[in-house]
């Protein structure tokens, strides 16, 4: 397949900065493109590449220059180049359609015209599924489960009773949604199990990644806001409210009854202890563990997490501790000779 630049920066709405009659035959990686193709400049680390890449045109932000390369200056570099990727491979997923024989449907559950459900699934009794929705081979859909319109459902989830699914919301392979809530109570020292008697409510354009684990609340509902996105292997206990428009990252892990605001950004392996609150826009770092509550725009950094700036003199306090320590030492047999001499010894 071959493109004009002129017809890719047409559709992506871009300004031309170099050579406007290229050719563009593919697209790549900016550090293994070749001639012929184009690719994206979006993160400020790869600035370095776009002199080195072979690419015959970048597609860039406004921001920035002109290169001895041809780029094409846009708003938003990395969507611009999601567009050119349809232009040269057209999604070719064909999702299953129609009512497997091998599917176990409850004769009183609700199922609309248009829906898809490969075999080996099951739907029990009180369901209520919507028009466009497709369920892959070996999903449980529990009691009273509702899903709205367009909701894609991959192999190997399961969604438990009660849970509220909304309209055009993906969950991958392997998750779960509706699992208990982790209650337990001691009583004559064995733990009691608490009964989790809530349900999980997903809303509207929510994408769920593989072995996700969702739980039910205790009462009430364990609540994702609409057009969230949970990357895999993530755990979100009973009771937690999410905001919409959240991203959490793969292994982050959210204690019962905390709740997040809207558009907020939960870093890879972080952790939050139960019962805090989140503003929204707050960002969590990596790694880092929330033990308390912090207000809307906080940018947490460490364990336990501390605002950014703060936990940032911290870092580099702790980077410079071998060097201090080697000062506290001279200072040390400068002051006490005969306790410094002793204690080398004894190493």
Known sequence: MKKSLKEIASAVNGKIIGNEDAVITGI?????AQQGDITFLTNVKYKHFLEKTHASAVITSKDVEASSKTIIQTENPSLAFSKVIAMFRPSEIKHPTGMDKKAAIDKNAKIAEGVSVGAHSVIEQGCVIAGGVIIYPNCYIGRDVTVGKNTLIYPNVTIREG???GENVIIHSGSVVGSDGFGYIEVEGKHQKIPQVGIVAIENDVEIGANVTIDRARFGQTLIGKGSKIDNLVQIAHNVKIGPNSIIVS???I???TSIGKNAILAGQAGLVG???LGDNVIVGAQAGVTKSFPADSILLGSPAKPIFEQKKIFACINK???F???LRQIEKKLFPKDAETEDNKK
């Open 163 to 165: 849970s509220i699914i």
């Open 255 to 257: 204690s019962g009854s």
């Open 321 to 323: 501790l071998p060097e």
């Open 275 to 277: 019962h805090i609150d």
């Open 28 to 32: 790549c990686d900016i550090r293994e």
């Open 325 to 327: 320590f080697k000062t």
């Open 251 to 253: 292994q982050a892990g």
